[in-house]
């Protein structure tokens, strides 16, 4: 099969426990959007024809309370084409309610504008060991978040930790994150680009850390 190169957007349709290990197919991709699913959940694909393509979650609406997408393959076969999915969308997981971990594979490099913002259940996420992009407001306002790590990192409770790999963290992506106490940023020999202050709140605003590390080797600029 041919592919072509797309850009894709991934909307969650429907709610409902996901399975261990879970196999998803593709059930629908005359257009867009193409559809998967694995028996429970169903993600739409939303997808134009652009260089360099990426697909994205778009997860509007609620989840169940574990959403483990590390079973989603990398490359899905969709109306022709194979849709690499790397990003969750803007506001992806936004005022989700319900969900309480997140686990995220290693192709998944960005992580989207608001997109775990207002989550009131959650309190882990595991992202990938190669995310390079968090946007402005990811984990904002979500005051029971406890765990943040990447794969591969052993999870402490209470405890942020950024994979070196992570170029940029922009504004206020941890806000109102009032369970964290501790941030540690992996030893690293790239620039690490931090967000200032959005509307006078910086970027652990609201967080009653206790500690900080930043590895050896960073230097880092500040940036809007």
């Known amino acids: 099969m041919k592919t072509r190169q797309i850009l894709a957007a991934l909307a969650l349709c429907a709610l409902a426990a996901l399975p261990a290990r879970a196999t998803w197919t593709v059930v629908s991709s005359g257009s867009s959007p193409a559809k998967i699913t694995d028996g429970n959940w169903t993600l739409d694909l939303y997808y134009s024809n652009v260089a360099n393509s990426r697909a994205k979650y778009n997860a509007h609406g609620g989840g169940s309370t574990v959403l483990d997408l590390t079973t989603v393959n990398a490359d899905l076969e969709a109306a022709g084409s194979t ?22 594979p290693d192709y998944i490099t960005k992580l989207g504008k608001q997109s775990f913002m207002y989550c009131s259940a959650l309190t882990k996420v595991c992202i990938s060991a190669n995310a390079v992009f968090v946007d402005s407001h990811t984990f904002a306002c979500s005051p029971n978040l406890e765990t943040v790590y990447y794969n591969g990192a052993t999870p402490e409770t209470g405890t ?44 652990f605003s609201s967080c009653p850390l206790d500690s900080v590390y930043i590895g050896g080797n960073i230097s880092y600029s500040t940036s809007s």
């Open 83 to 104: 849709l690499r999915v790397t990003e969750i969308d803007y506001q992806g997981f936004c005022n989700n309610k319900i969900v309480t971990e997140v686990y995220l």
């Open 160 to 203: 942020v930790q950024i994979p070196a790999s992570v170029t940029d963290i922009k504004n206020a992506v941890f806000y109102g994150c009032s369970s964290l106490k501790t941030v540690v940023m992996e030893d690293r020999e790239t620039v690490l680009n931090l967000g200032s202050n959005w509307n006078g709140n910086p970027l």
